[in-house]
Structures are given as C-alpha cells and as structure tokens.
Nanobody
Framework: QVQLVESGGGSVQPGGSLRLSCAASGSFMLIVMGWHRQAPGKQRELVARITNGGTTSYADSVKGRFTISRDNDKKTVHLQMNSLKSDDTAVYYC?????????????WGKGTLVTVSS
C-alpha cells in the first residue's frame, strides 16, 4: 500500500512563509514527486514537481517564490513557500508518480490547507 502524508499547512499573513512536507511510504520506485493545489471553486493545478534527477518545474504563478526539494532516501518532498499571497490560499496535495505492480501509477495525499490572509 502506498501512503502520502502531508504536513506544514496553516495560516499565514501575506508576505509570510510556510514549508510543506510530504512523506511517502510503501513499496514502489519513485519517479516524480510534486505538489498540486486546489482553491475554492477552481480546478486542481500543478504547483511544482521534481524528478529523480532533480529537475524541477513550477507554475508561472509561483516561480521565484516557491522551491521544491526532495530527499530520495527518505522518500520525502518539501515545498518552501515564500512571499505568500492571498491567491495562494488552497488545499495543497502531495503527489507522486511511481513504478509499482509493473506499471506507473499516480498517488495522492489527503491534502493540507494553506490560508493566506491578513
């Protein structure tokens, strides 16, 4: 069984910072780890992703403010969020693409709420 557990969400004022973490457990081979978010009334969107080789990509709206990193040994991924804006308010979901049972599958965490408000 694959499990993803997120932590680090909460409330912060505009301009503040938060660090999200996600720990993956189970038997699989990691390929890509990432973070998505879903704001009220909007579709889920990709925020950032990082490959096994460390290649990163970001949504245009977070470039220069968010940094994704991973620890392959610990199967963890982090999202450092700086200069937060009210538009960043959303539920943030950890996701992985992993090789398991002879195929590549996507797995999701339950999400952690980030609220940016004064």
């Amino acid at each position: 069984q694959v499990q993803l557990v997120e932590s680090g969400g909460g409330s912060v004022q505009p301009g503040g910072s938060l660090r999200l973490s996600c720990a993956a457990s189970g038997s699989f081979m990691l390929i890509v780890m990432g973070w998505h978010r879903q704001a009220p009334g909007k579709q889920r969107e990709l925020v950032a992703r990082i490959t096994n080789g460390g290649t990163t990509s970001y949504a245009d709206s977070v470039k220069g403010r968010f940094t994704i990193s991973r620890d392959n040994d610990k199967k963890t991924v982090h999202l450092q969020m700086n200069s937060l804006k009210s538009d960043d308010t959303a539920v943030y979901y950890c996701s992985i693409s992993a090789f398991r049972d002879d195929e590549v599958k996507d797995y999701w965490g339950k999400g952690t709420l980030v609220t940016v408000s004064s």
